[in-house]
T-cell receptor, first 112, second 113 residues
Framework: SQQGEEDPQALSIQEGENATMNCSYKTSINNLQWYRQNSGRGLVHLILIRSNEREKHSGRLRVTLDTSKKSSSLLITASRAADTASYFCATAPQGGSEKLVFGKGTKLTVNP | GAGVSQSPSNKVTEKGKDVELRCDPISGHTALYWYRQSLGQGLEFLIYFQGNSAPDKSGLPSDRFSAERTGGSVSTLTIQRTQQEDSAVYLC???????????FGSGTRLTVV
């Protein structure tokens, strides 16, 4: 079953603009992770934020987590054409389940 | 190895045939996961191996699907009597610790004709 739901399903922006993607989930979590997927093949891990963290940065990426609202956002600043990909959030549910549960993803297109 | 290796990268098979998909995880990663992704969809969990513990098979869609992990390293996912609905990209991932960041392989694109 899907735990995370990304919003929007698709996003198209111009190079240099910021891109914001949101993820909502249903159950308590240990951590939440964001992944990028190019061309429908392997996913690349971007960032992990723990349930006791509220914000995390990595280069042009900024992730926030609001456990009271069960939501997270991924912000990509100063986007580039190479950022074009699908972005997935994944949650590590609390309570012993150690497998990540992925959402359906946001397809981001950055136009040059 | 340096990354997670999956083979074959593409597989076309006839309906009713059996297929084996292979995953070679990162050396030292104790956790290994299989997911599948249908066109334009999210990832569907299939099975999870952690060390010497019994695998979590809760995501396997039918008894035609099975997987094993030999020696705590290489894993094989077997699909018997393949059906057209089995067509998908099968992704393997490993992680150093359960619940931590995954490293994914490039996947096996399975097409059942």
């Amino acid at each position: 079953s899907q735990q995370g739901e990304e919003d929007p399903q698709a996003l198209s922006i111009q190079e240099g603009e910021n891109a914001t993607m949101n993820c909502s989930y249903k159950t308590s979590i240990n951590n939440l992770q964001w992944y990028r997927q190019n061309s429908g093949r392997g996913l690349v891990h971007l960032i992990l934020i723990r349930s006791n963290e509220r914000e995390k940065h990595s280069g042009r990426l900024r992730v926030t987590l609001d456990t009271s609202k069960k939501s997270s956002s991924l912000l990509i600043t100063a986007s580039r054409a190479a950022d074009t990909a699908s972005y997935f959030c994944a949650t590590a549910p609390q309570g012993g389940s150690e497998k990540l549960v992925f959402g359906k993803g946001t397809k981001l297109t950055v136009n040059p | 190895g340096a990354g997670v290796s999956q083979s074959p990268s593409n597989k076309v098979t006839e309906k009713g045939k059996d297929v084996e998909l292979r995953c070679d995880p990162i050396s030292g990663h104790t956790a290994l996961y299989w997911y599948r992704q249908s066109l334009g969809q999210g990832l569907e969990f299939l099975i999870y191996f952690q060390g010497n513990s019994a695998p979590d098979k809760s995501g396997l869609p039918s008894d035609r699907f099975s997987a094993e992990r030999t020696g705590g390293s290489v894993s094989t996912l077997t699909i018997q009597r393949t059906q057209q609905e089995d067509s998908a990209v099968y992704l393997c991932a490993s992680s150093l610790l359960p619940g931590g960041g995954y490293t994914f392989g490039s996947g096996t694109r399975l097409t059942v004709v």
